[in-house]
């Protein structure tokens, strides 16, 4: 069975940092895309970071910059790494793997950032 757990998640202040980590099992990390996904309240989900497993990486144009997505294939956690923070960053944060074309998501973990 596959569970994709984040953690991570918190009160921070405009300007600061978080890190967030996504514990996966039941799937080997280095064959599967990964991605992290947030969703504002009243808003939808939208994609901010994708890790595919042959390296390459891509960032919603308001996370360039400032956030950073990494794995470690041998301890089968993905990463994303946030920066300079912004109250518009506020939102429940999903990691996402597609693993085989199948689609698996973890239960999000909240980040809040107060201005």
């Known amino acids: 069975q596959v569970h994709l757990v984040e953690s991570g998640g918190g009160l921070v202040q405009a300007g600061g940092s978080l890190r967030l980590s996504c514990a996966a099992s039941g799937i080997a990390l280095s064959f599967a895309n990964m991605a992290w996904y947030r969703q504002a309240p009243g808003k939808q989900r939208e994609l901010v970071a994708a890790s595919t497993s042959g390296g390459s990486t891509n960032y919603a144009d308001s996370v360039k910059g400032r956030f950073t997505v990494s794995r470690d294939n041998a301890k089968n956690t993905v990463y994303l790494q946030m920066n300079s923070l912004k109250p518009e960053d506020t939102a429940v944060y999903y990691c996402?793997?597609?693993?085989?074309?199948?689609?698996?998501w973890g239960k999000g973990t909240l980040v809040t950032v107060s201005s």
């Open positions: 996402n793997g597609n693993y085989y074309g199948v689609n698996y």
